[in-house]
Structures are given as structure tokens and as C-alpha cells.
């Protein structure tokens, strides 16, 4: 599978905006799906993930309540809607996805995924 995450930008702090995921090849609910991003000088972190077949979602803390992962059928995407940004939320975007095989404890590192789209800058100003 293909992933491409797209739809990164400058936003000021306090703004929204959402990030893209799009697949080619297979279906998101096929796959547990996660985003990662990923600041200059630090570790890849997880942002937030979606379980195969679309049954739940969960979110590290530092984005619970601000983030919202969200399936559009449509357009065959899993869309990151962040808002209240933050400065300290600048980084570049990933997307990746893991097999159904893979227990939800592993999903919050990134080492449980198999294939990762190429990133997005997301720059929010202060």
C-alpha cells in the first residue's frame, strides 16, 4: 500500500487545520492507520490512530480534545482535524499503517507500522 499525506501549511496559533492521508492499493479499514509527527532535533511521536475497520479512535494527551481523526469515504482519506494549535505542535505529519494483527498497545510506538506516507509540514506561529 501507498500512503501520501498532504495538506500541511503555516497557521497561526490558535487556528485549525487538517492534514490528509490518502492510500492507494487498499482500504483504511483494512488497516490500523496512525499519525506521527515528527520535530526538528526530536522523536517521531504518536499523534493519534484509527483501529481497522474504523472501531475506535484514541489520541496522545498532548492532543486529546484539539485532534480529531476522521474517515472520508469519499475521497478514500483519513483526515487529521487539529484545532487550538499550538507552537509547540509544529513538526512534520506522517501517516502510516499497521496490520490488523498488531495488538493496540503497540500501535502508539512506530515501530508497529508497516508502511508510512511521506510527511507534511505543519507550522503554527506564535
Known amino acids: 500500500v501507498q500512503l501520501q499525506a498532504f495538506g500541511g501549511g503555516l497557521v497561526q496559533a490558535g487556528g485549525s487545520l487538517s492534514v490528509s492521508c490518502a492510500a492507494s492499493?487498499?482500504?483504511?479499514?483494512?488497516?490500523?492507520m496512525g499519525w506521527f509527527r515528527q520535530a526538528p532535533g526530536k522523536e517521531r511521536e504518536f499523534v493519534g490512530g484509527?483501529?481497522?475497520?474504523?472501531?475506535?479512535?484514541y489520541y496522545a494527551d498532548s492532543v486529546k480534545g484539539r485532534f480529531t481523526i476522521v474517515r472520508d469515504n469519499a475521497k478514500n482519506t483519513v483526515d487529521l482535524q487539529m484545532s487550538s494549535l499550538k507552537p509547540e505542535d509544529t513538526a512534520v505529519y506522517y501517516c502510516a499503517v499497521a496490520s490488523k494483527s498488531k495488538i493496540l498497545s503497540s500501535l502508539y510506538t512506530p515501530e508497529a507500522y508497516d508502511y508510512w506516507g511521506q510527511g507534511t509540514q505543519v507550522t503554527v506561529s506564535s
Open positions: 492499493g487498499r482500504t483504511f479499514s483494512d488497516y490500523n
Open positions: 484509527r483501529r481497522w475497520g474504523g472501531r475506535a479512535t
